[in-house]
């Protein structure tokens, strides 16, 4: 291999670095603006390291250039004129790789909500199907010490059942001084219950903060015979809430994950 070949080399490598940092730079910065979820972990990270081998050859071909003193491309005339078309090819074939990788991250964002989405309805049902007598129990709602500490502990269960549900909220509706509330109830229950006898639970305490088209939603479930599921997924965090009736009771099981990484990839 010549010193000429050597250059053209260089070029190609050179340029083609300095595309792919191109590329890198802006899918980086749709997946950070947009909150995309799309590659599994070990993909992601990879992905991420990829930009210290694209430096590497960018820097490669410099010093390449540098060692050979390449400061001019000398072509005919004619073969400037027979490339332009080509060049013209070749420059919008580069820039349709943008629109075709924010296809290809939308699409993978869409892909992982809807694995999860089914990944997390099937291990509901199969929670609440196993667990009936404890599911039947949490129908039973009083807003009394006993009833919390009964719910903690079948919650602390529903959610070490399945690792898919790292979080899992049991929400009810009640009432507060004569106005509607949704009270919600973890795994987690406040220790002052058994350090004095005493001491009754507030429900100001178990208030569940929601948004307008939560409560919208929740109460279509509680007023409406409304028992279709609730999923949701944004930026990471992936939310189900799932009615549960019997007996003209009404419940509300409510299971979250916050996912950094997506599902598609090894």
Sequence with gaps: MNAKQIVKLSNIIGITSILLLLYWVFTFIVIEVFGLKVFRENMTESFYLSILGILALMAGSLIVNLMFNLTRIAERKNEDEVNTKSNRRKVLTLLLIFPLILIILFGGNY????????????????????????????????????????????????????KNFPSVTLIVKDSIKGAPAFLGFNA??????????????????????TTKEERAYLNEVFNQNNDELRYSSSKGVYELFYPYKKNGKTIIIYFSEQQRYGKIGS
């Design 111 to 162: 892909l992982t909500s809807a694995k999860k989405e089914k990944m997390l309805i099937n291990s509901a049902k199969s929670i609440i199907e196993s667990n009936k007598t404890n599911s039947d129990k949490l129908l039973n709602y009083t807003f009394s010490k006993s009833y919390i500490k009964e719910t903690t502990g079948i919650l602390r269960v529903l959610s070490a059942t399945d």
């Design 188 to 209: 987690y229950y406040n220790e002052s219950l058994d350090a004095n006898d005493s001491i009754q639970p507030k429900k100001v305490n178990y208030i569940y903060q």
